[in-house]
């Protein structure tokens, strides 16, 4: 572990924006929502700050828990005014189960059956594309659940599907681990790591991919080099914080995010480690927004 990665033992420092973070830390792990943009626009000094980081000549790698391809979010920020040349590459979630789909390298994928039952937010199938797995309509038809969206906002709404599932022993893939995600409106919308959750704790086996996870951050240290140097920067404790905690690196939880609500204004280490204390993660830094 880095001296930088001082939070997973240490009090929490507040900061105004990145610019104290330059002298120590080369490569940059940036959430999508809730640190760059909310789904629809850039979040205040978001794109400023990356123009900073790439100004400096730092690696900029964005994650995200989506549950589609990584093309799906380059459009995204192409729409956005986020220009490709500001960041490095980015990784999703969807992406990495559409690789393990697609190439498996353990038992769990190595031995799925061929047809899913599918939770999705749209249409969109990319995830799936191309790996010559089938989609089926029930659960009695499947061999697994892929669990890559949320088109009910009721987890009850799930638990006929769920239960069959348990009772036939199907595994589930998790595409998107997080459990609720900021809309524009600032209201919290459940996510496919809701459903995911409720199924485990329910006895079901589930293969959860992105964030906080060990593989997403080995692919990283595989883009960047190394993550010697590296900070995690994310609005979720859960998700962006716990996983630089479990990687070792240093970490900068946006408070503007997930937990906008709940740590208390002005941000103070106190209040920060109030909250990050009740999920059981440990931010080295925080700022109210990710600016420069």
């Given at each position: 572990m880095t001296d930088q990665a001082k939070a997973v033992t240490g009090a929490v420092t507040i900061l105004d924006g990145i610019a104290p973070l330059m002298a120590d830390f080369d490569t940059f792990l940036l959430d999508q929502w809730g640190v760059i943009h909310d789904g629809v626009n850039l979040h205040?000094?978001?794109l400023e700050a990356m123009e900073r980081l790439h100004a400096e000549g730092k690696t900029v790698i964005i994650l995200s828990n989506s549950?589609?391809?990584?093309?799906?979010?380059?459009?995204?920020?192409?729409k956005l005014g986020v220009s490709r040349n500001l960041y490095q590459e980015i990784v999703t979630s969807g992406e990495l189960v559409?690789?393990?789909?697609?190439?498996?390298?353990?038992?769990?994928?190595?031995?799925?059956?061929?047809?899913?039952?599918?939770?999705?937010?749209?249409?969109?199938?990319?995830?799936?594309?191309?790996?010559?797995?089938?989609?089926?309509?029930t659960v009695g038809e499947a061999d697994f659940i892929l669990c890559a969206g949320t088109d009910q906002q009721d987890l009850s709404a799930?638990?006929?599907?769920?239960?069959?599932?348990?009772?036939?022993?199907?595994?589930?893939?998790?595409?998107?681990?997080?459990?609720?995600?900021?809309?524009?409106?600032?209201?919290?919308?459940?996510?496919?790591g809701a459903v995911a959750e409720k199924y485990e704790s329910m006895g079901g086996q589930v293969r959860w991919h992105g964030k906080p996870t060990e593989e997403v951050y080995r692919i990283c240290?595989?883009?960047?080099?190394?993550?010697?140097?590296?900070?995690?920067?994310?609005?979720?404790?859960?998700?962006?914080?716990?996983?630089?905690?479990?990687?070792?690196?240093?970490?900068?939880?946006?408070?503007?995010?997930?937990?906008?609500?709940?740590?208390?204004?002005?941000?103070?280490a106190l209040s920060v480690a109030r909250v990050a204390d009740r999920y059981g993660a440990a931010p080295t830094y925080a700022s109210a927004l990710f600016k420069p």
């Open positions: 205040p000094g978001a549950g589609k391809r990584a093309s799906e979010s380059h459009g995204r920020m192409e559409h690789r393990n789909l697609t190439n498996p390298t353990d038992g769990f994928y190595a031995n799925l059956g061929r047809r899913f039952l599918m939770f999705a937010w749209d249409p969109d199938r990319g995830v799936v594309k191309g790996t010559g797995f089938e989609e089926v309509d799930y638990d006929d599907d769920l239960q069959a599932a348990l009772t036939r022993n199907l595994p589930m893939i998790c595409a998107n681990p997080d459990r609720v995600s900021v809309q524009p409106d600032g209201s919290l919308k459940i996510c496919p240290g595989e883009i960047a080099g190394s993550l010697d140097r590296a900070i995690g920067v994310g609005d979720s404790l859960i998700h962006d914080i716990k996983g630089a905690n479990d990687a070792g690196i240093a970490s900068l939880l946006i408070c503007g995010g997930i937990h906008g609500e709940e740590i208390e204004r002005p941000v103070t």
